[in-house]
Nanobody, 121 residues
Framework: QVQLVESGGGLVQAGDSLRLSCAASGRTFSNYAMGWFRQAPGKEREFVASISSTGTSTYAADSVKGRFTVSRDNAKNTMYLQMNSLKPEDTAVYYC??????????????WGQGTQVTVSS
């Protein structure tokens, strides 16, 4: 089992930045690919960004490329999502997840409870 806890969400204005954190405990963090997903009210959950277990490879949705950066610190069992130039359409609950392959969205088996990000215009 892997336990995941997100933090860092909040209410910001358009154009601001936020950094989300995902702290992991349980099994060896460095064995897992990690990903960020989000779900806006009335919409399905969507993929945001992911990172390989070693941190050498990342992948991001087109909607956030150039604005969001995913990273991880395996020594701290933590993954991050740096979000810059936030837009109102980024408003959602953001979830982190652990899985076996960072490019396979179906491989994520462990999920956090989510953190709310609200971007006002």
């Amino acid at each position: 089992q892997v336990q995941l806890v997100e933090s860092g969400g909040g209410l910001v204005q358009a154009g601001d930045s936020l950094r989300l954190s995902c702290a992991a405990s349980g099994r060896t963090f460095s064995n897992y690919a990690m990903g960020w997903f989000r779900q806006a009210p009335g919409k399905e959950r969507e993929f945001v960004a992911s990172i390989s277990s070693t941190g050498t490879s990342t992948y991001a949705a087109d909607s956030v490329k150039g604005r969001f950066t995913v990273s991880r610190d395996n020594a701290k069992n933590t993954m991050y999502l740096q979000m810059n130039s936030l837009k109102p359409e980024d408003t959602a609950v953001y979830y982190c997840a652990a899985g076996t392959y960072y490019r396979n969205q179906n491989s994520y088996t462990y999920w956090g409870q989510g953190t709310q990000v609200t971007v006002s215009s």
